[in-house]
């Protein structure tokens, strides 16, 4: 009763703190774009949340997956470092081949620049995401024994809603429009699909490492390699294409990262058989 009523306000508040730090912003004109206060409070106040539930109503700290877990799981934290920039490789190649990208600003110095200058703010960004939808949300889901799909579903979706504010207020129109040529409302249902897709392989990592940590290193690398990809111009969609082959949202895209998920809870129901298996067979030599 007090995991689900804890899960409760939780959602609740993780749903309305955007749209706070918009009615923030309101007050406070003259801020720059995407670093304002109600940004702050909109990034924060779910982590703060988490705390104040871990502290003071009754969650505890011993599920937060903050344990490195190396042993055996080194594998998984290479998946991680790998996962986005394989798929995106995979994508450029796709649209190479077919010219349906223009890559005549991609200066690869430049990017590895710009992907090194990012990591720490991203790696800090990321550690307070991801102590929030997995070392928080994901884990009291799964002390109720949510269902995979289920479990899924609602992470993905609570974690894309409360993206809301971001897509529909705080992300710049030029940015929208650099990803998939849309209006607000559409590219937000997309970016909620999207998220739901990417859910996949995120829980999956999790629920092989028992940890946040490769799932830092994962986030942080989307977020310091494939963005400034498309935000910054150095590389260009063909018009039309933008759906397909977009590095962050296209429908190939978002389906590789769907695959790499399914094939890592593939794997992992795999090492639950064979472990339970194994334990049969030592309960029996007993």
Known sequence: MRAKRNIIIFIAIVLVCGWLGVLVDGFIPGQ???????????????LLTTIVLRSFAGDGWRDIGFMFHLKGNVKWYIVSLLVYPAVTFTVLLISYL????????FEINTVISVFMGSLLIQFVKNLFEESVWRGYLTSKLLV???NDFWLYLIVGGIWGAWHMPYFLVFLSESDIISVLPVNRWLFAIVGIVTMIFWTVMYTEIYLLTKSIWPLVLMHT?????VNP????GYIQVAQGKEF????TAGIITTFLYLIVGLLLRTKRKKLMRRTSQ??????MDH
């Open 32 to 46: 720059p774009q995407g670093n304002t206060l109600g940004m702050g409070l909109w990034l924060v106040l779910p």
């Open 98 to 105: 077919f010219d349906w990208m223009n890559f005549s600003n």
């Open 144 to 146: 109720l024994k949510v």
């Open 221 to 225: 690398t989307e977020d310091a390699l």
């Open 229 to 232: 990809l498309i935000l910054e």
């Open 244 to 247: 397909l082959v977009s590095p």
């Open 278 to 283: 194994s334990t049969s067979i030592t309960i």
